[in-house]
Antibody
Framework: EVQLVESGGGLVQPGGSLRLSCAAS????????MNWVRQAPGKGLEWVSY????????YYADSVKGRFIISRDNAKNSLYLQMNSLRAEDTALYYC????????????????WGQGTLVTVSS | EIVMTQSPATLSVSPGERGTLSCRAS??????LAWYQQKPGQAPRLLIY???TRATGIPARFSGSGSGTEFTLTISSLQSEDFAVYYC???????????FGPGTKVDIK
């Protein structure tokens, strides 16, 4: 069974930093691309960042580019999101989501999701 | 930047009726479109990808159609468990950006 478990959320002051983690199990982690997607309280979904299986390709949403860094450790079956210079508008539930891209076939859809970790940016 | 819109914002349907949800892209996304269902307190679930392919385990009452800029999700006979918010999502070739629509809430009439 595929499982994605996020952690690392919490309350942080504007301008602060936080590192989110996502522990993956139930599939061969190093063969799948991964994503972070967020959802502000009561709002819709916003894609944040993508990383390919070998970390060679990385994309960011314009809203976080230059502030957030996505990374992964395939030996630990883990995905990370380093969030710097946090703003109030970054307050959201952050999901890690598996990308359907596999075996070189591009399909940037999100077929498995974790339950999310809440990040609150407030003074 | 490709902007996704969805209509209606809220769809009120009686159980057993057909529900039709629309998604429009500001420019062509070919067939690079997915639909997700999200219930309160839960993570989204992938329903349809590639505009018309049902994801694993998704009932046949869900179907997707369209290409280019106009897409439709049809629920042929709404069940109680289908009342939720539905999002469309696209990805484009360059620059790579993955964009969600604002969602359509399907509620009980």
């Amino acid at each position: 069974e595929v499982q994605l478990v996020e952690s690392g959320g919490g309350l942080v002051q504007p301008g602060g930093s936080l590192r989110l983690s996502c522990a993956a199990s139930g599939f061969i982690f190093n063969t799948y691309s991964m994503n972070w997607v967020r959802q502000a309280p009561g709002k819709g979904l916003e894609w944040v960042s993508y990383i390919s299986s070998s970390s060679t390709t990385i994309y960011y949403a314009d809203s976080v580019k230059g502030r957030f860094i996505i990374s992964r450790d395939n030996a630990k079956n883990s995905l990370y999101l380093q969030m710097n210079s946090l703003r109030a508008e970054d307050t959201a539930l952050y999901y890690c989501a598996r990308d359907l891209t596999f075996g070189g076939v591009i399909a940037h859809y999100f077929d498995y999701w974790g339950q999310g970790t809440l990040v609150t940016v407030s003074s | 930047e490709i902007v996704m819109t969805q209509s209606p914002a809220t769809l009120s349907v009686s159980p057993g009726e057909r529900g039709t949800l629309s998604c429009r892209a500001s420019q062509s996304v070919s067939s690079n479109l997915a639909w997700y269902q999200q219930k309160p307190g839960q993570a989204p679930r992938l329903l349809i990808y590639g505009a018309s392919t049902r994801a694993t385990g998704i009932p046949a009452r869900f179907s997707g159609s369209g290409s280019g800029t106009e897409f439709t999700l049809t629920i042929s006979s709404l069940q109680s468990e289908d009342f939720a918010v539905y999002y469309c999502q696209q990805y484009n070739n360059w620059p790579r950006r993955f964009t969600f629509g604002p969602g359509t809430k399907v509620d009980i009439k």
